[in-house]
């Protein structure tokens, strides 16, 4: 029997299975589904998801099942249910403060009167690769920026004139004639009471939300310098005693300048989806 709560689905199977507990979560992208406070060491419980996971992928439509820090059982449930692993996201982080931000030519905060169109722009050309931010449009930013969260002094953009007339000495580059902007961070702060560090404590964290380059301003230290400005705007501004954020595992450009900045993983979040023959 099904019990409906907010996003949540209760079901017991026969046969020694469950009960289990699913989420679901609507997006643009389709359905997440996450199965929370599961017992994977124990057989009945792991069963009880194999046997939804089946359900769902009979029911059809796009869907994918996230997993935070998976232990290795959820593979093989994933496998006697036929789904496949889609996407691997790492958490990096590391302490603050971090190295203090150069100067950054151009550097200043997002106007949303002036600056909707040229990040739009540069975000989904940098991103046009990904699932869900190179999908970004004037209804869905005018949204975002509603948010409690959201602190328009933690989002940084560049400005590409100023940016190329200043580091443009030589003529050894062409100018940037495509973006109105050379560069973005937008940064986001998570109190203390919503994240806890490797000994369980709570900490304070400032997360690099979204960032992106345009083409002709890479090869010149942006993307680092970006990610200092942001991170010592959290650490001085808002309080935050650790770096955070999320990247694809397979985003090797992305996991190296995150590397020679100081920052480790920290877990690892799966999603999976129905196989082919599921």
Known sequence: LWSHGSFSLRRTYPDGMGPITRTEERTDSGLRVSYPAIAWDQPEQAAGVTADLRELANDGGEI????????????????????????????????????APPPIPGLRT???????????EL?????????EQGHQNHAGMAATLTAAWVDLDGFFVVDAAQFEAATI?????????????????WTKFHPATSATDASGADVALGEVYVIATAPSARGRGLGQALVQAGMD???RVRGAEQA???????????????????????????AY???AGS
Not at 169 to 183: F, K, V, Y
Request: proline residues 8%; negative net charge.
């Open 64 to 99: 994918q099942w996230w997993i935070e820090a998976p232990p290795e059982v959820v593979e093989r449930v994933a496998a006697k249910a036929g789904w496949v692993r889609l996407r691997t996201l790492v958490q990096l982080r590391r302490p603050l403060p971090m190295e």
């Open 244 to 270: 955070m954020l999320w990247t694809e595992s397979d985003n090797t450009g992305a996991l190296k300048l995150y590397e020679r900045l100081g920052y480790t993983v920290h877990h690892t979040n799966v």
């Open 169 to 185: 000495q030589d003529g050894t580059r062409p100018p940037n004639t495509t973006h109105a902007l050379a560069g973005f961070c």
């Open 123 to 131: 975000n989904n050309q940098a991103f046009s690769w990904h699932p």
């Open 110 to 120: 997002f106007d949303p009167d002036r600056d909707v169109d040229a990040w739009l």
């Open 273 to 275: 989806g129905p196989g």
């Open 233 to 235: 705007h959290q650490y």
